[in-house]
């Protein structure tokens, strides 16, 4: 018997690999970290098909005293070095990869959630309106870039 999707189409198996790891203040380090994951990840479970990392875990959310000027540091434009490092990351592998980064739009600074293809930058969204702020984030005030 194969299971169907709402859709009529046979159910398919993801894998997915979410990934808890304690961030360094440099995004540079984190992409490494990142990468070293991801290889680890796959070598382990071949199966494994998503590969997801949390917020902003190219640097902290939070640092005391200066979050905003740190974020401002760290932010990056997207398409940028952390998208293009990890997207040959995720190219190597094969895999689908998730992660969270402070997003810079001109002037903006935005949280952004990334997802890399394989091939290639799939899509990403920015979360709120805002990375600094330290309030709940889920305040229907998402949208995609």
Not at 8 to 35: E, Q
Not at 96 to 106: D, N, P, Q, V, W
Not at 123 to 139: A, C, E, F, Y
Request: net charge positive; proline share 6%.
């Amino acid at each position: 018997m194969t299971t169907q999707t709402p859709f009529g189409s046979p159910a398919r198996t993801l894998t997915v690999a979410s990934v808890a790891m304690a961030c360094d203040l440099d995004p540079a380090v984190n992409r490494v970290r990142i990468a070293e994951r991801v290889a680890r990840i796959c070598a382990d479970r071949p199966d494994v098909r998503l590969v997801h990392f949390g917020e902003t875990i190219l640097g902290w959310y939070f640092k005391m005293g200066e979050t905003a000027a740190y974020h401002r540091r760290i932010a990056e434009p997207i398409p940028g070095p952390s998208v293009e490092r990890l997207a040959a990351v995720a190219r190597e592998h094969g895999v689908y990869l998730s992660f969270g980064m402070t997003e810079r739009a001109g002037e903006a600074i935005h949280n952004a959630q990334i997802l890399l293809a394989h091939l290639d930058l799939a899509s990403w969204h920015r979360i709120g309106d805002h990375p600094i702020r330290v309030k709940p984030r889920l305040q229907g005030r998402y949208s995609a870039a």
